[in-house]
């Protein structure tokens, strides 16, 4: 499917998200679960109010590695692999990136050749909350995602809905 670039914004939103925060038992793992939905417009390929849905789980290891494990409407299962503070890694279209910004907030980045994706993710104890943030690069006009065979170019991508939870 095409219109997998929408989904691109989810697996943009969960590769960011992979930045789960609540330790275990033995303190050696941190972890959430995510979800969201958002609807996509796009003009290459055509399409109207298409309908994006994602939810997974995200692991901090101790060594700094990070694993997402995402299932969504567009790209179906999806594992990620990461190590945290490490430079940006290649991603399709682009590149992905994690970040510590406290001692309670990690942040995901997905860059692409006309915008940024970023996602923060703060986890308190029980409580977590999510943001995230999509910024067109200078200049450019149009909101660029890979759709497993190339980019799609879109407009700003609508997150209708999205949380997490510490566990």
Do not use: W
């Not at 901090?60 to 969504?72: E, P």
């Not at 991603?91 to 990136?97: F, I, L, V």
């Amino acid at each position: 499917m095409k219109y997998r670039a929408i989904l691109v914004t989810a697996a943009v939103v969960a590769s960011t998200l992979m930045m789960p925060v609540a330790s275990e038992a033995a303190g050696t793992l941190l972890r959430a679960k995510f979800s969201f939905d958002g609807l996509a417009n796009c003009d290459n390929p055509p399409v109207r109010n298409f309908p994006v849905h994602g939810e997974g789980t995200g692991e901090l290891s101790v060594d700094r590695s990070a694993t997402l494990d995402m299932d969504s409407t567009v790209e179906g299962k999806v594992r990620l692999n990461a190590t945290l503070g490490a430079a940006p890694t290649e991603a399709p279209g682009g590149s992905a990136s994690l970040h510590v910004l406290g001692k309670h907030t990690l942040r995901a980045v997905r860059d692409y050749p006309n915008n940024v994706i970023i996602i923060n993710m703060t986890v308190r104890g029980s409580a977590c909350s999510m943001t995230i943030e999509n910024r067109l690069k200078p200049g450019k006009r149009q909101y660029t995602f890979y759709n497993g065979s190339g980019l799609s170019y879109c407009a700003r991508p609508q997150i209708t809905h999205s949380e997490c939870t510490a566990y």
